[in-house]
């Protein structure tokens, strides 16, 4: 479980430091700045695929993606009482990301590469990357630390060096020689490889999900949800049966999901509706029927991960589907650390009346995403490595 979370200098997020909990909700007005938050959630996940570069670049290297406005926002601009200005720059670019769990913490810091004969302009160079035991780093604390192309570990009160020529557009999760000299980084690679992210199935007319498909085993549905029936009869194999059951009752009474396959192995869905003489296959189901299946799929994963990411996943849904929605979500929950991101009320309100649910709303001030009302005491302890 992660407890707080760190971005710095991400778009719209100047720094913010989050406290976690079992399941987050996070909620606020349009152009708050929540798809920021889930953009940059997952830019640090892909630290651990080897794809955090290549995803800089994408969305047109760190000058297009780094914080915007003045370095610092004085009390004085907040009043109102000066413009909004820029000045001289007192610290050089950095873009940061980290996150604090019950276990290891991790961080790491992006910059703008130094001048030379490369094309790759849009590269932005790994600056700083630390791994550290306890709720927040102190050096005391560290584990592994990367600086620049150095690489060194802890070994006893002594440190270690154990890559001096790392490239800078390589994570130290790209570069795991010997798993044994380094198990903290093996620990935590596998631990960022196994969050979740669903956002926006499809479910146009040409939707893979409403299609046969070739089926195998899938504990895990993909994020495009392209092996939804497969994931379905995994659930009735070797998942909980009786809670797909359950789910699919509490959001169409009286309904039922089964799974018809072929001989040539491909799999297709059948949704036996009260009042209905004949099944509806895929292809017959309206957007928001199938999105909410994808959802069900998605969330009795007879796998769970230690971190689930839903970003907006009331998208389509009529709004009495919502409560069924919710309660799915709380059901994940017990199994999963959650993330939601959502304006959707009434599957927030559903969601607030359980103990565990945990609500971040934002806002902006002067185009910067902040938490209210946040202050000394609520913000969990945090220190960049650099």
Known sequence: MLYALAI???????????????????????GTGKSN?????????ETAQGGVINSLANEGGLNSTFWAGPENISRRMKRGEVAVEGGPRQQVKRLKMGFAGEDFGYSISLGLPKPSNSVFTLDPEIKRESIWVGDFYRPASALVDRN???????????????????????SLFDQIAEPSKMPEVVLMREKIRGWRFYDHFRTDKDAPARQPQLGTRTPVLHHDG??????????????????????????????????????????????????????????????????????????????????????????????????ALARLILRAARNSQVWVI???????????????CHTIVLTKELGQTIIPQQDILSKPAWHWPD
């Open 8 to 30: 710095k200098n991400y778009r719209s997020i100047l720094e913010l430091i989050i406290p976690l909990q079992q399941l987050n909700v996070i909620t606020g007005e349009n």
């Open 37 to 45: 938050l889930y953009k940059a959630l997952r830019l640090l996940a």
């Open 148 to 170: 620049a192309a150095v690489v060194k570990i802890r070994d006893g009160r002594q440190w270690q060096v154990v890559e001096q020529y790392l490239p800078t557009f390589s």
């Open 226 to 323: 392209h092996d939804l029936a497969a994931a379905i009869q995994t659930i009735v194999e070797i998942g909980d049966h009786q809670a797909l059951a359950e789910a699919i009752s509490d959001a169409f009474p009286g309904a039922n999901l089964t799974i018809q396959y072929e001989d040539d192995g491909r799999f297709s869905i059948r949704f036996y509706q009260n009042g209905l003489l004949r099944p509806l296959s895929g292809a017959e189901l309206s957007d928001g029927t199938l999105r909410y299946i994808l959802w069900v799929a998605a969330l009795l994963t007879p796998r769970p991960p230690s971190l689930m990411v839903l970003n907006e996943p009331e998208t389509s849904l009529h709004p009495d589907l919502l409560p």
């Open 342 to 356: 959502s304006h959707a009320n009434r599957l927030i309100q559903t969601l607030q009346q359980s103990e565990i």
